[in-house]
């Protein structure tokens, strides 16, 4: 008589077949979500998916595009700081070149005079 061992046999491999839905099945029923393939519910609601898909996209599109733009603002912000201290600076130049006291000295250099009377007004009849 021969002896039946009790041997226990590993789980079969489950072979990838041509059919999509099984495919999809067998990747899912790990999780226990099976039954959306099944069931149909997949492709009926297939358009709903696309739209979801879709509105992640443009909230992905949207977030890159908005720090694209802060950072943007950012550098011209600085820029703006920058030009406006230069001009403060060239503010500071033009009023200290149109002070009395320095007018006054280019214009005797020039030969020019403060003259005390006040200009004249002509009047035609």
């Known amino acids: 008589m021969s002896k039946k061992r009790n041997t226990v046999r590993p789980p079969k491999r489950k072979r ?7 495919n999809l099945k067998a990747l899912l029923e790990p999780f226990g979500l099976d039954d959306l393939v099944t069931s149909g519910s997949l492709l009926k609601n297939a358009p709903l998916y696309a739209f979801i898909i879709m509105i992640g996209c443009l909230y992905i599109w949207n977030t890159v595009i908005s720090d694209k733009s802060k950072r943007s603002i950012e550098t011209l912000t600085i820029e703006l700081e920058d030009l ?3 001009d403060l600076q060239l503010q500071q130049e033009v009023n200290r070149e149109t ?8 214009a005797k250099s020039k030969g020019l005079d403060w003259t005390d009377n006040v200009p004249y007004v002509i ?3």
């Open 16 to 22: 990838w077949k041509n059919n999509l839905a099984l």
């Open 123 to 125: 009047e035609l009849d």
């Open 84 to 86: 406006q201290y230069r």
């Open 99 to 106: 002070e009395l006291a320095r007018l006054e000295k280019r």
